[in-house]
């Protein structure tokens, strides 16, 4: 069976103008960004209504030595929408979730990293603050944590966790998450083996989209930060 994950993260939140680390902060969406949430589940609709023949079609199906029809998703629509318990998160899925008459359920473990101290603060006013911490961060988030907040390695295990028990549950059937831009990028850093220093080599912009089919062998990914 294909289990198909479509990892969105959440849209524009208020003030998103400046480029601030809300972290664990809750803060509601901008009118931009519930307009960004609606284009995505018109997206996700049209691409949804493609899907089930486009994996039959696929070569994966060969690639992965199963290319028999009982390996193609089984699923006939979106199953489920999960997301993390932070307002942001909550509306986008709400708005998503209504185009497919579904109700989000939330996760606690999906909710965006803590920055300790860096919380609410813009990019700038880190750099002007702690310009040696943050130098780090952006070097290697993996060895370096901001002061009082989650590392890197704390936020995988309780998102991987949340994403594997998703999967698993849902086995050949489609089903949502909207999360957050720093949570998105350690699932997506995980399901293709990359190491968790490259985070940010992965961009995750406001209501990013990306497609993840779970087959037999490995997960493979169908679409980046669409």
């Known amino acids: 069976m294909v289990t198909t994950l ?3 993260r959440h849209g524009e939140t208020a003030g998103g103008d400046a480029k601030r680390y809300h972290g664990s902060i809750d803060i509601q969406l901008s009118e931009k960004g519930k307009e960004q949430a609606a284009e995505k589940a018109a997206v996700l609709r049209r691409y949804i209504e493609k899907a089930t023949t486009s994996k039959h079609l696929s070569y994966l199906r060969d690639i992965q030595d199963n290319a028999d029809d009982q390996n193609a998703s089984n699923s006939s629509g979106l199953r489920a929408i999960y997301c993390s318990g932070l307002s942001r998160a909550v509306q986008s899925a709400g708005i998503i979730a209504e185009q497919f008459g579904l109700v989000p359920i ?7 990293r803590s920055f300790g101290i860096w919380e609410g603060m813009t990019f700038n006013e880190i750099r002007e603050q702690y310009p040696k911490e943050f130098a780090s961060w952006a070097g290697n988030p993996l060895a370096y944590s901001p002061i009082g ?4 390695l704390e936020v995988r295990d309780r998102v991987i966790k949340v994403i594997s028990e998703i999967v698993e549950k849902h086995s050949g059937e489609e ?8 949570v998105n990028r350690i699932i997506l850093c995980h399901i293709l083996g990359m190491p968790l220093e490259n985070i940010f080599r992965v961009e995750q912009d406001y209501t990013a989209l990306n497609i993840i089919e779970f087959w037999e062998k490995y997960p493979v990914l169908k679409l980046l930060n669409g």
């Open 6 to 8: 479509y990892l969105i």
């Open 106 to 112: 939330l996760v606690a473990g999906l909710r965006e």
């Open 149 to 152: 907040g989650e590392t890197t």
């Open 175 to 182: 089903v949502a998450v909207i999360a957050h831009g720093g």
